[in-house]
């Protein structure tokens, strides 16, 4: 038989084992039944193919097994998580496929491949967690069921099994204030807008953005009734929100005899919010009563996330006091639920350890609580591990946390190989209590998926990998090919972006200034890797093109990639406008200042290729939740404000760290918000130096700040569905600043593989 006679007859074989040869059985429990529905919906042409059972879980931890059956693929898992990363497992390692929060690629082979033999796989977490509160506005505070849907199948495939879930709890709040005897006025007074709910569920701030359309309140509450529902149905166990001490000022007069304190003012100038103290009664009374409102709008799963003192100090040093704090908030989640247990957030140790939190107010404020009735988690475990300064937080269990990204920042960063040492040490210290498991807890997502797709990884490994190997995995799947450039680009991705939690953004993305050696209000740039590499592999991978243009995970890399790169240039060229006014240079700032324009405006386009770089997009899913012309006016605003001015004021000194903290690189905002910006002041630079007087930064900020809130107030439509071609217009624009990256001589270093 000769060599090709016989490769296709093994073909046929192997095609022959992947046939299904009868209709697959019906689900037996609601677990398996959840985990079909969840292959319908991601591979609707396949779905009849995949046999979903459910098994034990191996020694109290969840267990998955993939094996092949009468033309099958069977997914065996001990509840529908399980079952759902079994399915996570076969796409990656057998079809070489991935689902990720930044795309998918699911070219899924025709018939299915085979299992060779049977896999079983256990993890070694019994607690797999998701969400930090801060993601639920800066990247999903628009969010409608469709998205949310996409989502939750991706934290199951991936393993998680204990999101946050506090969508709709402005529902709760006035079904709670309503029984106390408040009015709408006051209520409104007290919640906040859409876009910075998250801050009024912590505590920090009252009312801003408000009043909260009622039509919001309604149509949120249903939205997390569905949320939960497919969360449960999996198999999860969401994380609902407990009472923390946060009241409304007006409770002062409502109840004039309750104690009442204010706590230290927040961030960027914000007034302390108002805290009812632990051991009055109501204080208890609020507690059970916001357990019980919660529990009839939404269920409970007995899981209660409460943080008192985020990024602020508590009233009181004294460890009794804070002794008290906790088994008050403890105790009012348990008169209402008496198997509560309390999620508690670290960072309140991390933020000031040195300054409040010492070893006997921090063992006072968790030994408060019985062990068993409390789970910390350490949010920051990437970068700044707290746990094995805490005694792993004196015997409560503990997740372990990667933070990575403030503020929704639009950057490619990620400092993995930090990532993976700092949770290869906590599993193999000795000193390491009850570490019960591995979470995510980034304020953004998207525009790193490899960060997720790491984190995620590890949920179901006994042990962190080299990441080389990993790595160069993750890019075959993110692509679907085995093109050795893909690896030679993410081995200089792993030693240059992916090698810094640095979030290098554009300084055209900031309030335009002069750079201040006192670092007042804006320092010299920076970016923490030689950006020349990252642009020569860069114009590698958009050498790929012609192989990989139909494959949309590509696409959108390389103008994620081509941003970075631009953006790095672009701090540049602000560096050669302030250098040509300091040096009186009138032409030769006009030709910077022309050519930084010039960039503002190819970003734009640029980014206008992609829908997830849409400024259009963001404030049109805001709209959409409006019930009439004056809603539609407050989430414009709301959503307008939170990703420039963030507060209400934008003067430096008082809201100057919240001034674009949550700053995206968006197709209409270097358009619409960057380049009027940068255009004035470039005209009262040349007016400067034309009349010789100076530049007077005072005066200049409080017309740009006027400038920034009516921006915020307004209308304007911007683009809300992609336009041009990403490939085309990357590999041109990567040329165009090629002087800017490399200097007139052009490209003095090789690309990656050259």
């Known amino acids: 038989m000769n060599r090709t006679l016989w490769f296709v007859l093994v073909l046929a074989v192997l095609g022959a084992a992947c046939a299904p040869d009868q209709a697959p059985p019906e689900p037996r429990t609601p677990a398996e039944a959840a985990a079909q529905a969840l292959a319908g919906r991601l591979l609707p042409d396949h779905a009849e193919s995949f046999v979903f059972e459910e098994i034990a879980p191996q020694d109290g931890l969840d267990v998955f097994e993939v094996e092949g059956r009468g033309g099958r693929i069977v997914v065996r898992g001990s509840n529908g998580v399980a079952m759902a990363s079994g399915l996570n497992w076969y796409l990656k390692n057998v079809c070489r496929c991935l689902v990720s929060v930044a795309g998918e690629q699911l070219a899924v082979p025709t018939p299915l491949p085979p299992v060779r033999a049977k896999v079983r796989v256990r993890t070694p977490y019994e607690d797999r967690y998701f969400f930090n509160y801060c993601t639920f506005s800066y990247t999903m505070a628009w969010w409608d069921w469709p998205r949310w849907e996409r989502l939750i199948d991706w934290l199951a495939l991936n393993g998680v099994n204990m999101p946050l ?28 807008g859409p876009a910075y709910l998250p801050w009024g569920w912590m505590g920090n701030i009252d009312g801003l953005g408000g009043p909260l359309p009622e039509s919001w309140i309604r149509s949120h509450a249903e939205l997390e009734r569905k949320i939960l529902a497919r969360e449960r149905e999996l198999g999860m166990t969401p994380v609902l929100q407990g009472f923390t001490g946060h009241v409304p000022p007006a409770l002062k007069n409502r109840y004039p005899e309750a104690r009442i304190r204010r706590t230290g003012d927040w961030s960027a100038g914000f007034s302390g919010t108002y805290f009812l103290d632990p051991t009055d009664p109501m204080f208890r009374r609020i507690g059970r009563l916001f357990i019980e409102k919660q529990t009839a709008l939404f269920g409970t799963d007995h899981l209660y996330a409460a943080d008192t003192f985020n990024e602020m100090d508590p009233p009181s040093g004294d ?41 006997a107010r921090s063992r006072a404020f968790l030994g408060a609580v019985p062990d068993d009735r409390m789970i910390v988690l350490d949010l920051f475990g990437d970068q700044h591990p707290i746990w094995d300064k805490f005694q792993a937080f004196y015997g409560k269990p503990w997740i372990w946390n990667v933070v990575h990204n403030f503020g929704g920042k639009t950057s490619l960063n990620g400092d993995l190989p930090k990532m993976a040492a700092n949770l290869a040490a906590a599993i193999g210290s000795p000193e390491r209590g009850r570490f019960s498991g591995i979470g995510m807890m980034m304020e953004g997502f998207g525009d790193n998926p490899v960060v997720q797709e790491l984190i995620m990884d590890m949920v179901w490994r006994p042990e962190v990998p080299p990441l080389g190997p990993w790595i160069r995995d993750f890019a075959r799947r993110r692509y679907g090919s085995d093109d050795p450039a893909i690896a030679e ?105 022309q050519r930084l324009l010039g960039l503002i405006e190819d970003l734009d386009a640029l980014l206008g290729t992609r829908q997830e770089f849409l400024l259009g997009r963001w404030l049109a899913d805001a ?83 006027v400038w920034e809130q009516t921006w915020s107030r307004g209308r304007e439509i911007y683009p809300a569905a992609p336009v041009g071609d990403p490939l085309e217009l990357a590999t041109a624009l990567l040329k165009k600043y090629e002087p800017d990256i490399f200097g007139e001589a052009g490209w003095p270093l090789r690309a990656p593989g050259d």
């Open 165 to 192: 879930a506090v969508t709709g709890q402005e529902a709760v709040w006035v079904e709670v204030l309503r029984d106390l005897g408040f009015d709408a006025g006051e209520i409104g007074d007290f919640l906040v």
């Open 623 to 705: 709209k959409r939740w409006a019930a009439d012309e004056a809603e539609s006016r407050l989430l414009e605003w709301n959503a307008r404000n939170l990703i420039t001015l963030w507060g209400t004021q934008g003067t430096e000194g008082m809201f100057d760290d919240l001034n674009g903290y949550a700053q995206k690189q968006w197709s209409g905002l270097f358009r619409g918000y960057d380049l009027p910006r940068w255009k004035a002041f470039l005209e009262t630079l040349e007016s400067c130096l034309q009349s010789g007087r100076p530049f007077e930064r005072a005066g200049y900020v409080r017309e740009t700040c």
């Open 489 to 593: 680009v993410w081995a200089t991705l792993l030693d240059t972006v992916y090698k810094t939690p640095v979030q290098s953004g554009s300084l055209v993305r900031d309030r335009p200034g002069l750079y201040d050696p006192k670092r007042a209000y804006r320092s010299e740039p920076t970016v923490p890797y030689d950006p020349r590499v990252l642009a020569g592999a860069c114009r590698k991978f958009l050498s790929l093109a012609g192989r990989l243009e139909k494959v949309d995970t590509y696409r959108l890399d390389a103008v994620n990639l081509t941003r970075q790169v631009l953006s790095n240039a672009s701090n540049s060229l602000v560096k050669n406008v302030d250098g040509a006014y300091r040096r009186g240079d009138l032409e030769g700032l006009r030709a910077a200042g």
């Open 319 to 359: 460890p009794d006091f804070l002794r008290s704090v906790s088994a008050a908030i403890y105790g009012a989640m348990a008169e209402a639920d008496p198997r509560a247990v309390w999620v508690l957030q670290g960072w309140f140790l991390y933020y000031s350890p040195a300054k409040f939190w010492t070893e």
